[in-house]
């Protein structure tokens, strides 16, 4: 099968082996894949990940349990034990047993096909396109923000950093009602936020100590010491990207003006489903380009691209 | 009046003017104080304060408003402004104008006479020492940490750090009832834990990433860094120090384990007052050393001393 293999170096082949199915494992035919910025990080050693890449998807099931034949799917990426105290605790995409798709010991989906436990997977609505079935994991993550720290509409909440997340994050928060601005410095992202009729701004404009949510999508330590500097005392900062090396934090701050620092990751896939399902978040404007899977590299580089939006696999 | 000033340097001297009361304060005679590890950063150059030094002390009230005068108190140190959105909120402490004694546009207790706002004073119980009122302060920021952090008598719970802070945080966690362990260094605070009943280990001993509660209260980028490998993912970790400078942090790691940090700053009087008066806090073993005000250099320098423990001055 086609498959896009970072092994140290990254390459596109064609001969890679189909996966044969273990356990409860069903088959997946991908039909049309995303590349993320974490894929750019894994191919610069983050993780220290070698194997098939990728981790948006939608696919079908074309082998595997008889009740999952011939659906349109989206998978999980976190492949959890099911037996840790934390699977218990119902937290399986923190399981400390846990596998990722294209990330940590588990193949990914920049393939013709992808093995995957069924428990995994969600079933795409018809009125959810493929494009838009592709946004369903960073569009889980953008939702994680809400599922870890409540925002409700009277809140003063800034987002700092307009890329892909960035701004399925910003989508997600416009339907909190809150009073909401993104911090951005490129013209594209800016005028996406004007179509969706959420606020830009520039660091600039915002007064200092008066959001009660900062979401940094930056992974920069500048992001960090942006948020610090625009949350009020007893705020929250979510942080929502990994960050390049250790970056310098001033924790002291956090101390004295009683921050809550809130990491997040996975989110939950039925809520994106549903939101997508009601054409409540614009996914088709973040699209940038396709490529066929043949084309993968020239794909990655585009993707790289300062600025670049959403690109696409096809298959 | 007799003083301990920081004007760039350090000096006791016996002709401070003593202060003039202006509005609702309430002129103290401060009958004895103790020197906390802010004191030392604060000659060091921390918060570019100037003026008496000190903010743990028990007085009593020789003038201002008669509902007061002759009480014995101690005196909360954040002086709120009272009309911001964060008083009307009810988080004075964290108070947008605010003042704080002895440490930011406010002069200290470590002088005869402290001129205060009678809004922060409480009255000290009877069966609360002098001593141990002189600990009210420091008392309330430790059980700030359960006033942020609630904490569940089955949770599991480390605290990093068996300085002054650390060993009352250690005290009033004990009395929550969680599974507790404190890290120590030195024999010392070993033995006034293994005194109190409290688990005292090395990093060493602990299992990684199985600890609901982290405290860290080292103030250094390698105590995170240590808090960070022991809590559990969806974990919390309290940060209780000022740190040198600005520390490293894996921010990427409270990112993939999704762990919450909790700055945690003043608390409340009212409950350390409570606790004190029930006996259940041992404040008595935690005194090194008792010098007068007029010794207050060699206090210092005593304070100062790697391990040493509470040092009080008095009047």
Request: with cysteine; hydrophobic share 45%; aromatic share 4%.
């Amino acid at each position: 099968m086609r498959a896009m293999v970072f092994d140290g170096k990254l390459t596109c082949v064609d001969d890679y082996a189909v996966p044969s199915l273990s356990g409860d494992q069903a088959l997946l035919r991908i039909r049309r894949a995303g590349i993320c910025n974490t894929d750019l990080e894994l191919v610069k050693g983050y993780m220290n990940y070698r194997g098939i890449l990728g981790h948006e998807f939608v696919a079908e099931v074309v082998d595997g349990p008889a009740e999952w034949l011939g659906k349109r799917v989206v998978g999980e990426i976190n492949v959890a034990d099911g037996t840790c105290d934390l699977c218990a605790r119902g937290i399986p995409s923190q399981c400390r047993g846990r596998t990722t798709v294209g990330m940590d010991r588990h193949p990914g989906a920049f393939a013709d096909y992808l093995a995957l436990t069924a428990r995994n997977l969600h079933v795409v609505p018809d009125e959810v396109s493929d494009d838009a079935a592709t946004f369903v994991e960073p569009l889980a993550a953008a939702l994680q923000v809400t599922e870890l720290t409540p925002i409700t509409p009277s809140s003063r909440v800034i987002v700092i950093g307009a890329g892909k997340l960035g701004l399925l994050i910003a989508q997600v928060l416009k339907l909190t009602g809150a009073d909401l601005a993104v911090v951005v410095r490129r013209d594209r992202p800016r005028s996406l936020l004007d179509q969706w009729g959420i606020p830009a701004v520039t660091l600039e404009e915002l007064p200092a100590e008066h959001a009660q949510i900062v979401v940094d999508v930056t992974g920069s330590a500048e992001g960090f010491e942006s948020a610090l500097q625009l949350v009020e005392p007893r705020g929250t900062i979510v942080l929502k990207s990994t960050y390049v090396g250790l970056p310098q934090a001033d924790l002291t701050r956090v101390v004295v003006k009683e921050v809550n620092v809130v990491g997040s990751r996975c989110g939950p896939f039925d809520a994106a489903l549903r939101l997508l399902g009601q054409g409540l978040i614009d996914t088709q404007s973040m699209i940038d380009a396709r490529y066929s899977i043949e084309d993968g590299l020239e794909a990655m580089e585009h993707s790289a691209r300062p600025g670049a939006l959403k690109v696409l696999l096809t298959f």
